[in-house]
């Protein structure tokens, strides 16, 4: 089974830390993907990555970067944590385009 | 813009009724759409998927009908069961395109 994980299940912060998000996956996965999911806008691609080193952004990108040291990691980054920024953060992966994206459970962040 | 509109926002059926969730899409160059069912506290999952070339695909009780002219597509869950409880997202991606573009979610309760 494809297993993704993601460091924290919830997070509090306060505005203007810096918040680092971290996921893993087991199975050897080309893709990772970072989205935020809030209510009545469903899930929005914020950045994803195709190869180690590689990223590109997503739909809304504005105060996120991502770093893809290593295939099996991906991690989010808030360079200044905002209170708009207060969502659900799922990551994803997959082996290639047109294939299942499989999640990980969320991390619920507040941002105070 | 959103690519892929789903309605209704929430649906409430008795059990061993039929669950119907319709999404309708702008860019006639998608060519894959699938349907992931996320139950609360958990990330979504793979529930079904449909290619274009095909007007219906069944999997148990869960349908995707198609209708490439109208670019629309939808979800029928046959005698829906309280433990079909849940949101569904639908979506919609290019071929050889990694981003997938979701739909803003279906929270489903089957009464029982």
């Known amino acids: 089974d494809v297993k993704v994980t993601q460091s924290s299940r919830y997070l509090v912060k306060r505005t203007g830390e810096k918040v680092f998000l971290e996921c893993v996956q087991d199975?050897?996965?080309?893709?990772m993907f970072w989205y935020r999911q809030d209510p009545g806008l469903g899930l929005r691609l914020i950045y994803f990555?195709?190869?180690?080193?590689?990223?590109e952004k997503g739909d809304i990108p504005e105060g996120y970067s991502v770093s893809r040291e290593k295939k099996e990691r991906f991690s989010l980054i808030l360079e200044s944590a905002s209170t708009n920024q207060t969502s659900m953060y799922l990551c994803?992966?997959?082996?290639?385009?047109?294939?299942?994206?499989?999640f990980g459970p969320g991390t619920r962040l507040l941002v105070l | 813009q959103q690519q892929v509109k789903q309605s209704p926002q929430s649906l409430i059926v008795q059990k061993g009724g039929i669950s119907i969730i319709n999404c309708a899409y702008e860019n006639t160059a998608f060519d894959y759409f699938p349907w992931y069912q996320q139950f609360p506290g958990k990330g979504p999952a793979l529930l079904i998927a449909?290619?274009?070339?095909?007007s219906e695909k069944k999997e148990g009780r869960f349908t995707i009908s198609f209708n490439k002219s109208a670019k629309q597509f939808s979800l029928h869950i046959m005698d829906s069961q309280p433990g079909d409880s849940a949101t569904y997202f639908c979506a919609a991606t290019l071929y050889n395109f990694n981003k997938f573009y979701f739909g803003s979610g279906t929270k489903l309760n089957v009464k029982p």
């Open positions: 449909i290619r274009p070339d095909v």
């Open positions: 990555s195709y190869d180690v080193k590689m990223k």
């Open positions: 994803a992966s997959s082996i290639g385009s047109l294939e299942t994206q499989y």
């Open positions: 199975m050897d996965h080309e893709n």
